[in-house]
């Protein structure tokens, strides 16, 4: 019996844990943005103050030309491997400039989704997930009404 208990109390914890590390770790936040606030817009940041050591060559040379900008917003790339891009939006004048992994660039498609996956693979992760949960759960009835 005290096998069965630790045995359903490991897989408790390890439920708990799936749930909960996975919104810990949720932020697209560039590492150099060394204060900031949360915008209206989603996954946008109000820039307040930026750690310049961190900024890549490019991003240095646009911070001492143009200075810092007044919001700094995550994209990624509609592409098939979909890489993150870090939008600098500067209001007066009006300008947005580009890095795809700390290089500038002139022209991107923007995809304003911050997932990693594309909707096909994100379909196939939903419907494979319901598929093992359905599995899982018919095995956990079978097993709690007929093995007993």
Known sequence: MNLLLTFKSFWVYTTLAVLLVPSIACTYKPAYLQQGRKAQVPER?????????????????????????????????????????????????????????????????????????SQDQQKRLLWGGITAGAVVGLGGLMYYFFAK
């Open 45 to 117: 940041w109000k820039v307040e103050k930026i750690n310049s050591p961190l900024l890549s060559p490019d991003e240095k040379s646009v911070y001492e030309t143009m200075g810092p900008p007044q919001f700094i917003r995550f994209y990624r790339k509609l592409s098939p491997n979909r890489e993150k891009i870090y939008a600098w939006v500067y209001a007066e004048p009006v300008r947005f400039v580009t890095f795809v992994n700390g290089k500038k660039i002139d022209y991107a498609v923007l995809d304003d989704d911050p997932s990693s996956l």
